[in-house]
């Protein structure tokens, strides 16, 4: 049986949600699932905009018959070549045998890459500013390359006003019959996941987010439908905003994460003795991740949310726990900047965690503090004043 429900006037969502994959891209822990969205527009013709994962195209193609109720489907609009939304473009192919593709030229040379189809016969080449209509419904095509991908664009129907943004203000967490932001306590079930989902998959991009964000800025939006999570027709400004601080490498909260490895709890005892000294200097919402117990994707989502971050790793082989260079690699690959940064490490017979954590660190956009502090196996009375130095340094 099908579902789909209308967003506005001839435009349907006909996405389905996973709730039992384990890790998105094989990377990413999705506990709370993933939805993946389609949408259709019935007017004097049909249109498709994007298709859906492998894993939910059986109920996807369910949907997409039942929202064009016997019709034909005349477009099918790829504004992301990625698996995710469209690993079933041969099966539209064979459903709906005179659908046209729309896409740009780096689109269509991707679906080369990906299908032995001829895509080329059925194709409608579209360039940025390009024109499709549809009936009352014009659909003008945005480029936006490399969020999240190089043949990525946007779709602006100019008659409803709906931006389908592609990856774009998407967000982990399945949906369930309600779609729309309004529907949902977005900040409470959503934003962590949204942030995180931002941050992990197009985090690196800032620049080319600002770009998109600024074509944006000229279009009045009514409604934006992304390719995963809630469709936005409420308090638009609000996931805008949050785009622009995340794309800008802006910090959201004034306070301290700290992220450590050890394999015996010295390091750990340290960690939580520095958090103390810094909740009594009044510092509030401290938070503390231990790298090997927390999927470093969360940890990079809020390295992006915190203003100041301390990391803290035993000496491992002559260097970097490897967990903890882990993280660290990971917010160098996507630019983490503006951040004020302290490390402190520990080793029992020659000490060099500090050393390879500066290194990489060096090689970033951000403020590393003096820090005078290096535990040799656990802390001691001694170490008290160089553990207040970096208490007060980071908070400077
Ligand atoms: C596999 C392994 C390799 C280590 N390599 C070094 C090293 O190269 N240099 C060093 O000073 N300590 C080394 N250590 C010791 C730890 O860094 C040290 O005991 C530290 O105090 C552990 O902190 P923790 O209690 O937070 O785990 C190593 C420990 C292990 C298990
Ligand atoms: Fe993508
Ligand atoms: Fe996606």
Redesign the pocket.
């Known amino acids: 049986m099908y579902f789909s429900r209308k967003i506005t006037e001839d435009t349907y969502y006909v996405g389905a949600s996973d709730r039992r994959l384990e890790l998105f891209e094989n990377v990413f822990p999705i506990p709370k699932g993933v939805s993946y969205n389609s949408y259709v527009i019935t007017d004097e013709k049909t249109a498709l905009l994007d298709l859906m994962d492998e894993s939910v195209s059986k109920q996807g193609f369910e949907n997409i018959a039942g929202a064009l109720n016997g019709r034909k489907l005349d477009y099918v609009v790829i504004n992301h070549m990625e698996p995710d939304h469209c690993s079933k473009l041969d099966e539209l192919i064979l459903r709906y045998p005179e659908v046209k593709i729309v896409g740009n030229v780096k689109t269509l040379k991707m679906i080369g890459q990906f299908y032995d189809i001829d895509a080329e016969s059925r194709f409608v080449t579209v360039n940025e500013g390009d024109t499709l209509q549809l009936g009352k419904h014009t659909l003008t095509f945005v480029n936006a390359p490399m969020v999240h991908w190089p043949e990525v664009m946007v779709t602006y129907d100019t008659f409803t006003k709906a931006l389908f943004s592609a990856d774009a203000f998407g967000t982990f967490g399945a949906l369930g019959g309600n779609i729309f932001n309004d529907e949902y306590d977005f900040e409470y079930e959503f934003l962590e996941e949204a942030r995180r989902y931002y941050t992990n998959i197009v985090g690196k991009y800032g620049m080319q987010v600002q770009a998109v964000l600024k074509k944006a800025s000229t279009l009045d939006i009514k409604y934006i439908c992304p390719l995963h999570g809630p469709v936005w027709r409420t308090n638009i400004d609000y996931i805008i905003d949050k785009y622009n601080t995340w794309s800008l490498y802006e910090p959201e909260v004034d306070s301290v994460m700290i992220a450590?490895?050890?394999?015996?709890?010295?390091?750990?005892?340290a960690v939580n003795v520095l958090a103390n000294v810094l909740a009594e200097k009044g510092v509030k919402n401290i938070k503390i991740y231990d790298v090997s117990k927390t999927d470093v994707s969360y940890v990079l989502s809020d390295a992006f949310k915190y203003k100041r971050l301390v990391f803290a790793s035993?000496?491992?082989?002559?260097?970097l726990?490897p967990k903890m260079e882990n993280l660290l690699l990971d917010l160098k690959a996507h630019s983490l900047k503006n951040r004020k940064v302290a490390v402190f490490d520990?080793?029992?017979?020659?000490?060099?965690?500090k050393k390879h954590m500066l290194e990489i660190l060096g090689t970033m956009k951000v403020e590393v503090v003096e820090s005078s502090l290096a535990?040799?196996?656990?802390l001691k009375q001694g170490d008290m004043e160089a553990l207040n130095q970096l208490a007060e340094e980071i908070l400077k």
């Open positions: 450590y490895a050890s394999m015996y709890g010295n390091t750990e005892n035993p000496t491992y082989n002559g260097g726990y520990n080793g029992s017979w020659s000490a060099s965690a535990l040799k196996s656990s």
